[in-house]
């Protein structure tokens, strides 16, 4: 009896001390500063979905949470260097909706899965797509735009943040269901497109509101239709693809932290708890609001499900459309 007690005590002994190791690892991370992975260039709206949620983060978890913009072949290039680092939580991506039409497109291209080689954490905001023009299409609906594309078949060009982005799928899917044909003109971000879209060097672009609601306001471009089932509560005054005839066009896109797989549950868990702390403050819905974007907080095995969702639905759309990247 006595040698079973032993037994039973060192076995609870050893339990406790596990558990308090596992804390005690939670507790400890972060010791040291973390690099948050952007795969575009700084100032579009993931970048700012990246710089908002590092700002809550640095101060939530008291090590600084460096934001590093690694643009170039559709996030590619920042996806694969989180898939590669170390799976102890100081290398994470802020990935996008294109992470999951990755696989759609690039299928020999890339060394990653877009869902097994990563940690899903937790979605963080979601803004829908809108259609705007700039000075080079001057005109003032959505009947008009397509009346104009129309007249001109394969002579007006489009902007995205780059072949296989949510843009582009946005776009062909568009173009699909309305018989046009327009020229896809791929940029490295979201800043970038908007910028020459203003200039005169493409004439139209379906953006995230988030990327592009600035420039709207100012009247520097024209938004023509909102993709979302209802209006923009930030742009009342502009109707639903639904409303102006494109019957069953939606496309959101959504803003996520992601970590390498196998990076220890202690710190997934801490780095959830910190996602929706920051997807839950007011302060951040009233920022995000005025940016075009709306708080989402969908954490681990329902964001992961989201993920292998959509890479279904994105390939089987690519297919349809006979979407190839140039």
Not at 49 to 70: E, M
Not at 158 to 164: D, K, M, R
Not at 291 to 308: I, Y
Request: proline content about 6%; hydrophobic content about 45%.
């Amino acid at each position: 009896m006595k040698r079973s007690e032993s037994i039973r005590c060192a076995v609870t002994a050893f339990g406790l001390m596990g558990g308090m190791a596992a804390q005690v690892h939670a507790q400890a991370w972060p010791a040291k500063p973390v690099r948050l992975l952007v795969g575009f260039s700084a100032g579009g709206p993931t970048d700012v979905v990246a710089r908002a949620f590092a700002d809550h983060a640095s101060r939530a978890l008291g090590q600084p949470f460096i934001v590093d913009n690694k643009p170039g072949a559709n996030t590619i290039l920042a996806a694969e260097a989180v898939a590669s680092a170390p799976a102890d939580g100081y290398t994470l991506l802020l990935g996008a909706t294109n992470h999951t039409m990755i696989p759609a497109l690039y299928s020999r291209r890339v060394k990653f899965d877009a869902v097994r080689s990563f940690a899903p954490v937790c979605s963080l905001a979601v803004s829908p797509t809108v259609l705007v023009v700039g000075p080079s299409m001057p005109v003032t609906t959505f009947g008009a735009f397509l009346q104009a594309v129309k007249a001109e078949p394969g002579k007006r060009a489009y902007a995205t943040p780059g072949s296989g982005s949510s843009g582009h799928f946005a776009s062909a899917h568009f173009t699909q269901l309305t018989g046009t044909s327009m020229n896809h003109i791929p940029y490295k971000g979201a800043a970038q497109a908007t910028t020459d879209l203003m200039g005169g060097q493409v004439d139209s672009s379906f953006a995230t509101l988030g990327s592009v609601l600035t420039q709207v306001q100012s009247g520097k471009l024209k938004a023509l239709a909102v993709a979302a089932p209802k209006r923009s509560a930030l742009l009342p005054n502009v109707p639903t693809f639904e409303e102006v005839g494109v019957k069953g066009y939606t496309a959101d896109a959504w803003y996520g932290l992601l970590a390498p797989v196998k990076t220890p549950p202690e710190v997934l868990a801490v780095l959830r708890r910190a996602a929706t702390e920051f997807a839950q403050a007011p302060a951040t819905r009233e920022k995000l609001r005025s940016l075009g974007m709306e708080t989402q907080n969908s954490c681990g095995d329902a964001f992961g499900a989201q993920l292998t969702r959509e890479v279904r639905l994105y390939g089987e759309l690519a297919r349809s459309l006979d979407l190839k990247t140039e």
